[in-house]
């Protein structure tokens, strides 16, 4: 996660009317509450007490509701932990085709302490529950971003070296009938 | 079924750049929707009693007729806003369906939101997505500006007088959102917890006003039946739950995948033929057939049994969501349901105490059980847990964890019997 230390909790002018634009779709401002976290969190890397009293002025809405919404969901980061996450599904498809193992394998590949968090904080490990793509199990979520599908512990590795040197996982298209991906 | 080789796919049929909206149109996208606005022919009601009579059964899972669902919202009042809710939250482990309609299908989804939204006279309808579905959200999210762009959407669409707005909603993580009052808090900004019933969201839904949600293949299924007629679908697949459906098959299968298929499919053959049998010539040893919370089936109760509510009714399972997984001679269902319950509690909302409590020992006991160190009696204590959950809270996720204990432990009694026996004082004696 960026580290937030030094910076001013503000909202740019474009984010204040991308957050306006979704204010304008519902007949609240409270609704636009999820978005407008989304949308700090992006910008801050993580969910700070700041962050959200930011999300609360700028939608007038109390800090302890938009702490109560942005604490309910499992997608907002609470904490800093490392800056890019892999999160690896072991629940019910994934877990049969060799997910949780993948899981134990990408935390002993960025030598995870008990957080699940690499020693330089460039990576966090955890555990996904069902990520929705139980087709091409197993699989994993990079950073809330694109899926990563039948992984191996080769393509773990890779993906370690890769993100290492800057290129980050792309998004990768699934055919219908996925025949191309099960050998 | 017996013709299923020769099925042509309606849903997700086989079409290049299906997705986008030209396509889409060159191949008689959007006419429909243009035929009940523009021709005349149509009232609301009568698209109603039209899906009514398809007798689409909600795909979510609860399986209830989309039109009759429909028909009970109250008659329109001038100045009260109404509201559709999109169900894309599909979260039931297993599911995989929704997410190939955002990429391969959205606009026949799209249509179907217009069909709802005339039918049942909503000024806005609201997409939700599962926050894990970002690529998917922005694919949903160009569908719907290209619809905007084309003006099939937004203000007197195609000149018939009939406004409606479409809004894609991005969730963050909670498998209670797809719980239809849950998710209506979540789209109001709140922690997602689900409200009592009643008021129904006929009643007071989304904002305390008159509220239907779907499911997205439920929708895209009303397109299909204001295209084709309320008969043809009804007489695609088994009689009482009819129509085409995504069946998502994963676990340990050759070919896993989403199938496009009438529903009452035999159970072996989408195994065996659709999915290519079982990998590594392994034998079958279970079956889930709609979703991690539906009944779990041995191998020699799917002998015969279709995928439809009336078959699956028989072996005591539902079609649920129709995200089947298929499960080799070597699973640990003890291990199996240990994950499962691990799930549930994880996902609780904490609102009900039987819930917020029960997971979490569900969890703890079969984990027990698992690590060697359960007893016997801890087996009749599941099931007293059980009892103690369902029909005891607010929503039906306390359901929805109890029935795979309750049926894994009567259905595979012997595997849980055998961690405990193995490793405990009744092994020494």
């Given at each position: 996660m960026t580290d937030t230390e030094n910076k001013e909790f503000i909202f740019t002018e474009g984010e204040l009317q991308e957050i306006k634009m979704h204010v304008a779709?519902?007949?609240?401002?409270?609704?636009?509450v999820m978005p407008a976290l989304w949308i700090a969190q992006n910008k801050f890397g993580w969910l700070s007490d700041q962050a959200i009293q930011l999300v609360a002025d700028t939608l007038g809405l109390s800090f302890a509701h938009v702490y109560g919404v942005a604490s309910f969901?499992?997608?907002?980061?609470?904490k800093p932990m490392g800056k890019y996450l892999l999160e690896v599904c072991t629940c019910f498809s994934c877990g049969e085709c060799g997910g949780k193992e993948i899981l134990q394998y990408a935390k002993k590949a960025i030598q995870a302490d008990e957080q699940g968090v690499s020693p330089d904080k460039l990576f966090w490990v955890r555990e996904a529950e069902c990520l929705g793509a139980c087709d091409t199990a197993p699989v994993m979520q990079f950073n809330n971003g694109h899926y990563v599908h039948a992984l191996t512990e080769e393509k773990i590795d890779r993906l370690i070296e890769e993100v290492k040197s800057g290129k980050l996982p792309q998004y990768e298209r699934i055919p219908l009938n996925n025949q191309s991906l099960i050998g | 079924m017996e013709n299923w080789q020769s099925y042509q796919k309606?849903?997700?049929?086989?079409?290049?750049?299906?997705?986008?909206i030209e396509v889409y149109t060159q191949h008689g996208g959007y006419e429909t929707i243009r035929k009940i606005l523009?021709?005349?022919?149509?009232?609301p009601k009568s698209v109603i009693d039209q899906v009514k009579a398809a007798n689409?059964?909600?795909?979510?899972?609860?399986?209830?007729?989309a039109g009759l669902k429909w028909s009970f919202m109250p008659p329109k009042q001038p100045g009260v806003p109404r509201y559709l809710a999109c169900n894309g939250?599909?979260?039931?482990?297993?599911t995989i369906k929704d997410r190939r309609i955002f990429e391969y299908n959205p606009h026949l989804f799209i249509e179907g939101i217009l069909i709802a939204c005339y039918a049942m006279e909503m000024d806005a309808a609201y997409i939700y997505i599962r926050g894990e579905y970002i690529d998917w959200i922005h694919m949903m999210q160009k569908a719907v500006d290209d619809a905007y762009a084309k003006g099939m959407?937004?203000?007197?669409i195609m000149g018939s007088g009939f406004s409606t707005e479409i809004y894609v909603h991005t969730g963050a993580g909670?498998?209670?959102?797809?719980e239809e009052t849950s998710l209506m808090e979540s789209l109001e900004g709140k922690r997602a917890y689900p409200r009592s019933k009643p008021p129904f969201p006929a009643q007071a839904?989304?904002?305390g006003k008159p509220t239907t949600i779907n499911n997205i293949e439920t929708l895209a299924c009303a397109t299909l039946v204001m295209k084709h007629g309320a008969e043809w679908f009804a007489n695609i697949?088994?009689?009482?739950?009819?129509g085409p459906v995504l069946y998502g098959i994963s676990g340990h299968v050759i070919r896993p995948g989403v199938y496009e298929y009438p529903t009452g499919m035999l159970i072996s053959d989408l195994i065996y033929k659709v999915a290519g049998g079982?990998?590594?010539?392994k034998k079958l040893k279970a079956v889930v057939?709609?979703?991690?919370?539906v009944p779990v089936l041995t191998a020699e109760m799917i002998?015969?049994?279709?995928?439809d509510a009336d078959s699956l009714r028989t072996v005591g399972t539902y079609m649920g969501t129709a995200g089947m997984c298929i499960l080799d001679e070597d699973t640990d269902m003890v291990k199996f349901l240990r994950r499962i319950a691990h799930f549930y509690h994880h996902e609780?909302?904490?609102?009900c105490t039987p819930c917020r409590e029960g997971t979490g020992w569900m969890e703890k006991l079969i984990a027990r059980i698992d690590d060697g160190q359960?007893?016997?009696k801890d087996l009749d204590l599941l099931l007293d847990l059980c009892d103690n959950m369902?029909?005891?809270?607010?929503?039906?996720l306390a359901d929805a964890a109890a029935w795979p204990v309750r049926n894994t432990i009567n259905r595979f009694r012997s595997e849980f019997e055998k961690k405990i026996v193995r490793n405990s004082v009744y092994a020494t004696v």
């Open positions: 779709k519902y007949p609240e401002a409270r609704s636009a969901y499992t997608m907002y980061f609470k | 309606v849903i997700l049929p086989d079409v290049p750049d299906y997705h986008k523009t021709s005349g022919e149509y009232t689409i059964r909600g795909r979510g899972g609860a399986g209830f007729n939250d599909e979260s039931e482990p297993g959407i937004g203000k007197n909670a498998y209670i959102c797809g839904g989304l904002w697949g088994a009689k009482t739950h009819p079982i990998r590594n010539g057939p709609g979703g991690s919370s002998d015969g049994i279709t995928m609780s909302c904490g609102q359960g007893e016997m369902e029909g005891r809270t607010v929503c039906a």
